[in-house]
């Protein structure tokens, strides 16, 4: 499978726990973005990295969300102190390369991962 | 604040009917324009994309982008109840932060009637 990898497809994660969502790009891609769609809201930009570096995180909230593409393994995505407004559908893409400027690849959508808290 | 807009819908047209998806969007600097098909609980599926002002086509898929008016839209001919999903308007937008980002509005929900 080529294709943008995500796990776990569900998670159900109780409030104040930490949830690690994980993601593989497409083969040939370096460059990773993550979303996040709530209910009946639009995809939202939350952060875009390359391997071992952070591009732009502007959309990511101030607290409690981090993330990192390591050199060796999945871009991860990491909520610590979960919350019911946490829960939501979160999708990570990736592109063969970036968005330095107003032109950019296109990107590819994994199959996501619900996180539910309860 | 960088905006997408799109008519929420529901659009609904018959099968064999061509759908009209549109799209206005905010930064006149952007470059790069894509539509995604996502269905109910799935994600989001790239289905075109659109760097020129004109048309572009893909089968039964036509992309047209006018950047003077800040429009893209997206047309499907001979329309299946297959199509039946949600269409996300896509536009690369100045984050902020450096790098410009994609920038979804909030989808056009099509219902294609056999």
């Known amino acids: 499978n080529a294709g943008v990898m995500q796990n776990p497809r569900h998670l159900v994660r109780r409030r104040g726990q930490e949830a690690r969502l994980r993601c593989s790009p497409m083969k040939g891609h370096s460059h990773v973005y993550w979303y996040r769609q709530l209910p009946e809201e639009g995809l939202k930009f939350m952060v875009y990295?390359?391997?071992?570096?952070?591009?732009?995180e502007s959309g990511m909230p101030k607290e409690r969300f981090s993330a990192e593409f390591p050199k060796e393994g999945p871009s991860i995505l990491r909520i610590q102190q979960v919350v019911r407004g946490d829960s939501a559908a979160y999708f990570c893409?990736?592109?063969?390369?970036?968005?330095?400027?107003?032109?950019?690849?296109?990107?590819?959508f994994g199959p996501g991962t619900r996180l539910t808290v309860t | 604040q960088k905006e997408v807009e799109q008519n929420s819908g529901p659009l609904s047209v018959p099968e064999g009917a061509i759908a009209s998806l549109n799209c206005t969007y905010s930064?006149?600097?952007?470059?790069?324009f894509f539509w995604y098909r996502q269905y109910s609980g799935k994600s989001p599926e790239l289905i075109m994309f659109i760097y020129s002002n004109g048309d572009k086509e893909d089968g039964r898929f036509t992309a047209q982008l006018n950047k003077a008016s800040q429009y893209v839209s997206l047309l499907i001919r001979d329309s299946q109840p297959s199509d039946s999903a949600t269409y996300l308007c896509?536009?690369?937008?100045?984050?902020?932060?450096?790098?410009?980002?994609?920038?979804f509005g909030k989808g056009t929900k099509l219902s294609v009637i056999p």
């Open positions: 893409a990736s592109s063969y390369a970036g968005t330095s400027g107003p032109s950019s690849y296109e990107q590819y």
């Open positions: 930064d006149r600097g952007s470059q790069s």
């Open positions: 896509a536009v690369n937008t100045y984050s902020g932060a450096g790098s410009y980002q994609l920038t």
């Open positions: 990295l390359q391997k071992e570096n952070i591009i732009d």
